[in-house]
């Protein structure tokens, strides 16, 4: 895996866990906003970096091709296996090469947006071609940029509902975006039990908010619904299994399975859900949690019902 210390790449074992075996998510280093300051919008001046298999990524990628900005900013795609030098453009089905700086490596990107900067390298970047800086790294901030970049209304966060999508938000990334990273990466059974206790709690208030209604949030699409929705769509795949989450299954909640598989036929859902990348990169790259890098042929889900 590895890190980035003064813009030197370092091999190493860069997961993020405290010495008491919790483990504690890094904040995104950059917090620049489209449209704002030194980046105004510019139909082809900006590029972004995605993994298919990353959930974080996955939203901005989503948001994308939900606003149909596919011809306004620029797309590359790395490979799944995350090993020695980190996310790479090495040859690999679904892989979009890097067109901006020809990087072999995600790490050059860093490193040349910030010869001095200290930390790790993660997807998605949304880069300024004019400037070779990076705008963000932090997916929630792209997502809400991206809904209203560019002619957008801001639909996914409209003003009435942001209270109660603020909310909803709150308790998703604590316990079910982030639980199921703090369950997987936990270094021993207190930090794993305080993870995944939490997480199957609000899995089981989701099950029943859902009842009644089709979204999360004021009956239509919002922000809140997108962010949940790349993580239920690895669960069973990934999590479940990699992760130890297991007490239940996504397929084992029906109205969460249900909204799941309604979500996936929405446009910019399915059509941007690769889940070849998604096992191969988890069973591949965590070698810590499976050293023989071996990737199950399950689970059989059809999404499409």
Known sequence: MGYLLDGKWHEGDATEAAKDGRFQRTESAFRNWLGEGDFPEEEGRYHLYVSLACPWAHRTLIQRARRRLEGVIGLSVVHWRMREGGWSFR???????????????????YARADPHYSGKVTVPVLWDRRTNRIVSNESSEILRMLDRAFGGTGELYPDALRPEIDAVNERVYRDVNNGVYRAGFAANQEAYEEAVGPLFETLDWLEE????????????????DLRLWTTLARFDAVY?????CNLRRLVDYPNLWAYARRLYAQPGFGETTNFGHIK?????????????????????VNWSE
């Open 91 to 109: 040859e690999g089905p679904g892989v979009i090469p890097d067109p901006v700086m020809n990087a072999r490596f995600l790490h050059e990107l």
């Open 209 to 224: 908010r859902l009842s009644g209604q089709r979204s999360l949030v004021g009956g239509r699409l919002t922000e809140a």
């Open 240 to 244: 479940v299994t990699h992760f130890r």
């Open 280 to 300: 191969r990169h988890y069973f591949q790259s965590h070698l810590r949690l499976n050293p023989s890098g071996i990737v199950p042929v399950g689970p059989e």
